[in-house]
């Protein structure tokens, strides 16, 4: 590699305009012409976002002259020939404007970029060894470090030390396009889990306590090592986090994980409780870190290698976030960060949050994974009434397929069983999972009826028998209404206009005519608002029928309503205290580590 094909650099030039200048030059360009192309969308999240449109100006060069450069179509242009033996370079700018785990972003204060998003591939060369010189900024950048699990390429001239700028290699541009980097000034801190280094890169203002941040993220990650079979699968990993006032996201990476979530979810010195935005936080770093083995190594077959310039479809999602979505506040729970009342909580609202989606009847979690391009990412104000959550689902089914294990084997099964032996059979062997390679390893370890019940849970679209399966673990699970208060069937946008966001599939509000984007003005006479529209429902019953005026973009039109009784989409969790010896041991085994070797 002393002598690398591709090499890049990338250097924020105008950080007052968001712009990244980048330059890639190929040592040896196909001399009937090289083409370049960016790709679509980014491994992980599942929408093609074309991130060839940010980029703003852009130029060929070789021997010191301009090159000729065409583009083909979105994302993809081509260089015309050059002299044998001349190297190739393309020099553009990039937009970055977008504070995302998915793209790039850049001002006076930080830079951050997604590979997929500033570096273009080298058509016929993605195979190839990169390197990349990350170089500072001119007129600012005054305490900028370097945050990325890229590794530093060292021995050449010119190599980063660590935390610095300088340069960086990649075995090839699958790799390089798999590691975001943060630049600015941020707070660092280190921890050991599962026999590797991890660090922790905190930016943007905030107050967090990060030694509390790292006790937990290290309880947390060394659970999921030892799930698996530690050592973690990379040298050294990085939680990439930016402190914002409103956000909440993450996306994995091969040794990575970019994070953005509101600063006043971090802890901070001397909270003692486990605040619910706390949980989320680590729930999120959770569910990241779970991806280090469930979807960046054992990963769909369609997925072996990604096709960046197109969907790439599966109906596996179910299985890769949905079983992620399980085990990220499970692993919470079962390293001992947060309490098995704080994890029923957790339970309660993703139940819940399924119960209040009326697509659930419509949608199987299975297509809502085939779908996700262009239903799950894309949602619009019906989408409620039209879509399934295979994130929220699917940790259901994964919670019933556990629970069932367990029972059913008298604790000697379980998923972590069958994660272990996905993970032996796919992810250290780099083949790709079939479409019905989950449900084969479930026949496997536990008979074809458990993996029967498991297809028709993922492609049918009927309510889970919760109660069913939680009352054996001694929980009780209970339905009820979110309030007595009676329904007009309609999720209003935030903000102190009352503005229809959605109105629910076969609810009082669409039996009337009412529609997503209508504005109540009035109800019976009087003027309201959100919150007044609240107290006045208060003060309602279900069958009462009342008069609305209502503005739809500007026609004023009048509607009357029947309210319903408030939906049972509300569910509660609670823990018998008298159990006997069996059910006991049921509920150690699913909320304490699972230590059961063997095929399960």
């Given at each position: 590699m002393n002598n690398p094909l591709i090499h890049y650099a990338i250097r924020p030039s105008r950080p007052e305009a968001h712009l990244f200048e980048v330059r890639c030059t190929v040592s040896m360009p196909d001399p009937n012409g090289q083409r370049f192309f960016l790709p679509t969308w980014i491994p992980g999240s599942y929408m093609i976002r074309e991130f060839a449109r940010h980029i703003v100006s852009i130029k060929a060069e070789a021997g010191g002259r301009l090159v000729a450069l065409d583009k083909l179509d979105k994302h993809t242009w081509r260089a015309a020939c050059v002299p044998e033996?001349?190297?190739l370079t393309l020099v553009y700018e990039v937009y970055a404007w977008d504070l995302s785990v998915r793209a790039a972003h850049l001002d006076q204060t930080h830079g951050f970029f997604n590979g997929t998003s500033v570096f273009l591939a080298v058509a016929g060369q993605t195979g190839s060894p990169c390197l990349v010189d990350i170089q500072p900024p001119a007129i600012c950048g005054q305490g900028w470090r370097v945050a990325t699990a890229l590794p530093r390429a060292e021995g050449e001239p010119g190599a980063a030390q660590p935390w610095g700028f300088g340069l960086y290699r990649a075995a090839d541009y699958f790799e390089l396009i798999d590691h975001?980097?943060?630049?600015?000034?941020?707070?660092?801190?280190?921890?050991?889990?599962?026999?590797?280094r991890h660090s922790i890169a905190l930016s943007g203002q905030n107050d967090c306590d990060i030694t509390r941040l790292k006790s937990d993220l290290a309880r947390v990650c060394q659970w999921q090592a030892d799930l698996f079979g530690a050592p973690a699968p990379m040298k050294h990993y990085m939680f990439l986090m930016r402190a914002v006032d409103e956000g909440y996201g993450g996306l994995e990476h091969r040794a990575s994980a970019a994070i953005i979530i509101r600063r006043d979810n971090l802890p901070y010195p001397g909270m003692k409780k486990v605040s619910d935005g706390y949980m989320a936080c680590l729930g999120l770093c959770s569910h990241e870190y779970f991806h280090l083995w469930n979807v960046k190594r054992i990963r769909p077959a369609v997925?072996?290698?990604?096709?960046?310039?197109?969907?790439?479809?599966?109906?596996?999602?179910?299985?890769f976030e949905g079983i992620t979505s399980y085990y990220d506040n499970l692993a919470l729970v079962r390293s001992g960060a947060i309490s098995v009342g704080d994890y029923l909580g957790l339970l309660e609202k993703n139940i819940s949050s399924v119960l209040k989606t009326p697509g659930r009847a419509r949608q199987s979690v299975g297509q809502s994974s085939f779908d996700a391009w262009t239903h799950y990412y894309r949602q619009d104000e019906n989408s409620p009434n039209a879509i399934v959550s295979y994130y929220a689902k699917g940790a259901l089914i994964a919670l019933v397929l556990d629970c069932r294990l367990r029972l059913e084997s008298t604790g000697r099964c379980s998923l972590d069983g069958v994660m272990r032996a996905l993970w032996r059979r796919y992810g250290l062997t780099g083949v790709g999972v079939p479409e019905e390679g989950v449900f084969d390893m479930v026949a496997e370890i536990s008979g074809s009826k458990i993996a029967r019940w498991l297809h028709?849970?993922?492609?049918?679209?009927?309510?889970?028998?919760?109660?069913?399966?939680?009352k054996p673990f001694g929980i009780r699970c209970r339905i009820e209404a979110a309030s007595g208060t009676p329904s007009m069937g309609i999720k209003l946008g935030e903000?102190?206009?009352?503005?229809?966001?959605?109105?629910?599939e076969g609810g009082p509000a669409q039996r009337a005519g009412l529609s997503a984007g209508d504005t109540l003005i009035a109800v019976d006479g009087l003027r309201i608002d959100?919150?007044?529209l609240s107290k006045m429902l208060e003060r309602r019953h279900a069958g009462n029928r009342i008069e609305i005026h209502a503005f739809r973009r500007d026609e004023l039109m009048r509607f009357e309503l029947e309210l319903a009784p408030a939906p049972l989409d509300?569910?509660?969790?609670?823990?018998?205290?008298k159990l006997d010896k069996a059910t006991r041991a049921l509920r150690n085994g699913w909320m304490g580590y699972d230590r059961v070797d063997g095929k399960c």
């Amino acid at each position: 590699m002393n002598n690398p094909l591709i090499h890049y650099a990338i250097r924020p030039s105008r950080p007052e305009a968001h712009l990244f200048e980048v330059r890639c030059t190929v040592s040896m360009p196909d001399p009937n012409g090289q083409r370049f192309f960016l790709p679509t969308w980014i491994p992980g999240s599942y929408m093609i976002r074309e991130f060839a449109r940010h980029i703003v100006s852009i130029k060929a060069e070789a021997g010191g002259r301009l090159v000729a450069l065409d583009k083909l179509d979105k994302h993809t242009w081509r260089a015309a020939c050059v002299p044998e033996n001349e190297a190739l370079t393309l020099v553009y700018e990039v937009y970055a404007w977008d504070l995302s785990v998915r793209a790039a972003h850049l001002d006076q204060t930080h830079g951050f970029f997604n590979g997929t998003s500033v570096f273009l591939a080298v058509a016929g060369q993605t195979g190839s060894p990169c390197l990349v010189d990350i170089q500072p900024p001119a007129i600012c950048g005054q305490g900028w470090r370097v945050a990325t699990a890229l590794p530093r390429a060292e021995g050449e001239p010119g190599a980063a030390q660590p935390w610095g700028f300088g340069l960086y290699r990649a075995a090839d541009y699958f790799e390089l396009i798999d590691h975001p980097v943060e630049m600015g000034v941020f707070m660092l801190d280190h921890f050991k889990a599962g026999g590797v280094r991890h660090s922790i890169a905190l930016s943007g203002q905030n107050d967090c306590d990060i030694t509390r941040l790292k006790s937990d993220l290290a309880r947390v990650c060394q659970w999921q090592a030892d799930l698996f079979g530690a050592p973690a699968p990379m040298k050294h990993y990085m939680f990439l986090m930016r402190a914002v006032d409103e956000g909440y996201g993450g996306l994995e990476h091969r040794a990575s994980a970019a994070i953005i979530i509101r600063r006043d979810n971090l802890p901070y010195p001397g909270m003692k409780k486990v605040s619910d935005g706390y949980m989320a936080c680590l729930g999120l770093c959770s569910h990241e870190y779970f991806h280090l083995w469930n979807v960046k190594r054992i990963r769909p077959a369609v997925f072996e290698p990604h096709d960046l310039s197109r969907e790439n479809h599966t109906r596996l999602l179910w299985a890769f976030e949905g079983i992620t979505s399980y085990y990220d506040n499970l692993a919470l729970v079962r390293s001992g960060a947060i309490s098995v009342g704080d994890y029923l909580g957790l339970l309660e609202k993703n139940i819940s949050s399924v119960l209040k989606t009326p697509g659930r009847a419509r949608q199987s979690v299975g297509q809502s994974s085939f779908d996700a391009w262009t239903h799950y990412y894309r949602q619009d104000e019906n989408s409620p009434n039209a879509i399934v959550s295979y994130y929220a689902k699917g940790a259901l089914i994964a919670l019933v397929l556990d629970c069932r294990l367990r029972l059913e084997s008298t604790g000697r099964c379980s998923l972590d069983g069958v994660m272990r032996a996905l993970w032996r059979r796919y992810g250290l062997t780099g083949v790709g999972v079939p479409e019905e390679g989950v449900f084969d390893m479930v026949a496997e370890i536990s008979g074809s009826k458990i993996a029967r019940w498991l297809h028709k849970a993922v492609e049918g679209t009927d309510d889970l028998p919760l109660a069913k399966w939680f009352k054996p673990f001694g929980i009780r699970c209970r339905i009820e209404a979110a309030s007595g208060t009676p329904s007009m069937g309609i999720k209003l946008g935030e903000g102190k206009t009352a503005r229809i966001a959605t109105a629910y599939e076969g609810g009082p509000a669409q039996r009337a005519g009412l529609s997503a984007g209508d504005t109540l003005i009035a109800v019976d006479g009087l003027r309201i608002d959100s919150s007044s529209l609240s107290k006045m429902l208060e003060r309602r019953h279900a069958g009462n029928r009342i008069e609305i005026h209502a503005f739809r973009r500007d026609e004023l039109m009048r509607f009357e309503l029947e309210l319903a009784p408030a939906p049972l989409d509300t569910v509660k969790l609670s823990l018998e205290t008298k159990l006997d010896k069996a059910t006991r041991a049921l509920r150690n085994g699913w909320m304490g580590y699972d230590r059961v070797d063997g095929k399960c």
